[in-house]
C-alpha cells in the first residue's frame, strides 16, 4: 500500500487551464498550506501536517510537476516558473474555500511560497521557508569550488535535452543521492516514503529539469525586478536553515532580512529534510509563527 498523511483525504483540484492538482487535505480551522520540496512530493509533510491538523486546516499539494500533479510539457519556458507555481498554490487554496491562508515551503516549495508572498501578499498570512535561500540570492552566493555542492542547479539550468537524457540513463541513483547525503538521519525517510519518492521523480524527470531550469531564467528576472522595485514580503516570515552561510561565506539573515523585514531567522542543525528529520521542532516553529 503506498505511503500517505493519516486522516488525510486525497482529492484533485483544477487550478490552471488543463492542470489539476494532487493535494492532501484533513483537519479545520485556519488554512494552511505546506509546499514540499526536491526530490519529494506532500508525504514529506506526513508528520507536521497530522499534528497541524488538530486546530488548522491543512493543505498539502504536490507541486505542478511533481508526485501524481499533473506535469504539462513547458513550452515558453513559463510553465514551471515559480510565478505560475505560485499562482497555482492561490488557485488551489481558493478552490477549496480560502482567500488568506498562511504558508511553508521547503527547498522548491520555499521558492515557490517566497513568490507567492510577493506576488499575492494579500493572501499569504505569514510565510515559512526551509532551507532555501530565494533563487537570486542563491545564485549569488554559489560560486567557486564551494559550488560543487549545487551541480545539480548547473546540469538542470542546461537546455532541453542533456540534462534530460543524462537522468534518465540513472534516474534512482540520481534522486536517491540527495536523499542519501542530504540526510543528517536516513532512517527519517523509511523504505516506503523513499521508493514513492524515487517513483514520483522518474516519471516526472522533464518538469523537474523545468522546474530547475526556470529558476537560473525567468525566476532570476522576477526576483531582480522586485528588489529594484523594492518589493518585500509583508507578512511575518520565519525561515529555518542549516548554517550554509559558515560554509560557503555569507551571511544568511542579513540575506532573507533583505526580504523579509518581519524575520524570525533560525541557523538549525537538523539536516535538509528537517520535517522528516526533526519534525517536532518544525512543529513549533510554525506554530510559533502562526501565533505571531
Given at each position: 500500500m503506498a505511503p500517505k498523511i493519516t486522516g488525510f483525504a486525497r482529492r484533485r483540484v483544477a487550478v490552471a487551464e488543463g492542470v489539476e492538482l494532487n493535494v492532501a487535505v484533513g483537519g479545520s480551522g485556519s488554512p494552511v498550506v505546506l509546499l514540499h520540496g526536491f526530490p519529494q512530493t506532500h508525504l514529506m509533510w506526513r508528520h507536521v501536517a497530522a499534528d497541524l491538523a488538530a486546530d488548522h486546516t491543512v493543505i498539502c499539494p504536490d507541486l505542478r510537476g511533481y508526485g501524481d500533479s499533473d506535469k504539462p510539457a513547458d513550452t515558453d519556458g513559463q510553465t514551471y516558473s515559480k510565478r505560475t507555481m505560485a499562482a497555482d498554490v492561490v488557485a488551489l487554496a481558493r478552490?477549496?474555500?480560502?482567500?488568506?491562508f498562511a504558508l511553508a515551503g521547503h527547498d522548491r516549495g520555499a521558492l515557490v511560497a517566497v513568490r507567492a508572498g510577493l506576488d499575492h501578499?494579500?493572501?499569504v498570512t505569514h510565510l515559512a521557508s526551509l532551507d532555501v535561500l530565494p533563487t537570486l540570492d542563491m545564485w549569488d552566493v554559489m560560486r567557486g569550488a564551494s559550488?560543487?555542492?549545487g551541480f545539480h542547479l548547473y546540469l538542470m539550468a542546461q537546455p532541453p535535452g542533456l540534462p534530460e537524457t543524462m537522468i534518465s540513463g540513472s534516474a534512482d541513483a540520481f534522486f536517491g543521492h540527495f536523499l542519501d547525503i542530504w540526510a543528517v538521519d536516513p532512517d527519517a525517510i523509511p523504505a516506503d516514503v523513499r521508493a514513492a519518492y524515487?517513483?514520483?521523480?522518474?516519471?516526472?524527470?522533464p518538469s523537474i529539469v523545468a522546474d530547475?531550469?526556470?529558476s537560473a531564467a525567468v525566476d532570476v528576472e522576477h526576483d531582480r525586478a522586485d528588489r529594484q522595485a523594492g518589493n518585500r514580503l509583508r507578512m511575518p516570515v520565519t525561515v529555518l536553515q542549516q548554517?550554509?552561510?559558515a560554509?560557503?561565506?555569507f551571511d544568511a539573515a542579513a540575506r532573507w532580512r533583505a526580504w523579509a523585514p518581519d524575520l524570525e531567522h533560525?541557523?538549525?542543525p537538523y539536516g535538509h529534510f528537517m520535517a522528516e528529520e526533526a519534525p517536532a521542532e518544525v512543529i513549533k516553529a510554525l506554530r510559533d509563527l502562526l501565533a505571531r
Open positions: 478552490a477549496l474555500g480560502h482567500d488568506r501578499p494579500g493572501a559550488a560543487a555542492v524515487l517513483k514520483a521523480s522518474r516519471e516526472a524527470i530547475y531550469r526556470a548554517d550554509w552561510g560554509a560557503l561565506g533560525n541557523s538549525v
